[in-house]
T-cell receptor, first 114, second 114 residues
């Protein structure tokens, strides 16, 4: 299994739709997880952190399933401005903490259309 | 305050030449990361500094790549005998001490090897 693997995408959804992305990881020691957003030709920026079973922030919900080693990102009521690449990030150091090596998935492209 | 600054923003060089890419992190951030990103891929980990020392350099692809951070602030990524396959956007990120996990990225240095 790759260190971090994401849905290939791309996802094309209409405004107002609900869309979900999955991410699987191989390091069972990982303790914290992150979703970053990257706009075209821009740098990645943190969207959400996940430390326990999940996290919710407005229209965005991240869930963690440690037994199956995957995390998901759910976006409700999609907006045009949500169009971006969503990157799953997992610590891949032996301790599983975010102090060391952080591995990014390949990213999932989301396009929200009118 | 200022964010992460990377120079040059664009670098075009010929195969076989030597290149240096500079990263000036956010003041006070002790952790510094280098990633490279190819089109359609997520950022690929290269090296992680904690202070002046390279805590994890497992992502450097070969001995043509080297990075330093002599005073625990500015870092330089050095690439010898560049190859066409080195063409990518090189991203630098810094993080505060502590397990917050949020990486603050610079806008990247786009390297093109002809």
């Amino acid at each position: 299994r790759k260190e971090v693997e994401q849905d290939p995408g791309p996802f094309n959804v209409p405004e107002g739709a609900t869309v979900a992305f999955n991410c699987t990881y191989s390091n069972s020691a990982s303790q914290s997880f992150f979703w970053y957003r990257q706009d075209c030709r821009k740098e990645p920026k943190l969207l959400m952190s996940v430390y326990s079973s999940g996290n919710e922030d407005g229209r965005f919900t991240a869930q963690l399933n440690r037994a199956s080693q995957y995390i998901s990102l759910l976006i409700r009521d999609s907006k045009l401005s949500d169009s971006a690449t969503y990157l799953c990030v997992v610590p891949s150091n032996a301790g599983g903490t975010s102090y060391g090596k952080l591995t990014f998935g390949q990213g999932t492209i989301l396009t929200v259309h009118p | 305050g200022a964010g992460v600054s990377q120079t040059p923003s664009n670098k075009v060089t010929e195969k076989g030449k030597y290149v240096e890419l500079r990263c000036d992190p956010i003041s006070g951030h002790t952790a510094l990361y280098w990633y490279r990103q190819s089109l359609g891929q997520g950022p690929e980990f290269l090296i992680y500094f904690q202070g002046t020392g390279a805590a994890d350099d497992s992502g450097l692809p070969n001995d043509r790549f080297f990075a330093v951070r002599p005073e625990g602030s500015v870092s330089t990524l050095k690439i010898q005998r560049t190859e066409r396959g080195d063409s990518a956007v090189y991203l630098c990120a810094s993080r505060e001490t502590g397990d917050t996990g949020e990486l603050f990225f610079g806008e990247g240095s786009r390297l093109t090897v002809l």
